[in-house]
């Protein structure tokens, strides 16, 4: 079955760097985009990045754009996210995710992925 395990997440101060990793098996994983979501308390969970099937086209939220890098391995089955110059409005519990369908484009909606991750913590502190 599909798996998915984030890890690397951890607390950091205000500028700081941190790099997120996502091991993806049970499935063949240069067949799907990624993305990379975050959830703080009590918001809803909000798209933060996404990466194609082989990595060359990438998507970014505004709040993170030139800040946070998505890139990938499929010889390792993993996904990464790369932090840079974090904020305290970064934190959250960041989830890796994988839609059903191995077609179409990245998508930013939650709503369209299927596979998540246990998630990983990120705080930001001022």
């Known amino acids: 079955q599909v798996q998915l395990g984030e890890s690397g997440g951890g607390l950091v101060q205000a500028g700081g760097s941190l790099k997120l990793s996502c091991a993806a098996s049970?499935?063949?994983?240069?067949?799907?985009?990624m993305g990379w979501f975050r959830q703080a308390p009590g918001k809803e969970r909000d798209f933060v990045a996404g990466?194609?099937?082989?990595?060359?086209?990438?998507s970014y939220a505004d709040s993170v754009k030139g800040r946070f890098t998505i890139s990938r391995d499929n010889a390792k089955n993993t996904v990464y996210l790369q932090m840079n110059s974090l904020k305290p409005e970064d934190t959250g519990v960041y989830y890796c995710?994988?839609?059903?369908?191995?077609?179409?484009?990245?998508?930013?909606?939650?709503?369209?992925?299927?596979?998540w991750g246990q998630g990983t913590q990120v705080t930001v502190s001022s």
């Open positions: 049970g499935y063949t994983f240069s067949n799907y985009h």
């Open positions: 995710a994988r839609r059903q369908s191995s077609s179409g484009q990245i998508e930013v909606a939650s709503s369209k992925y299927t596979y």
């Open positions: 990466i194609s099937r082989g990595g060359a086209y990438t």
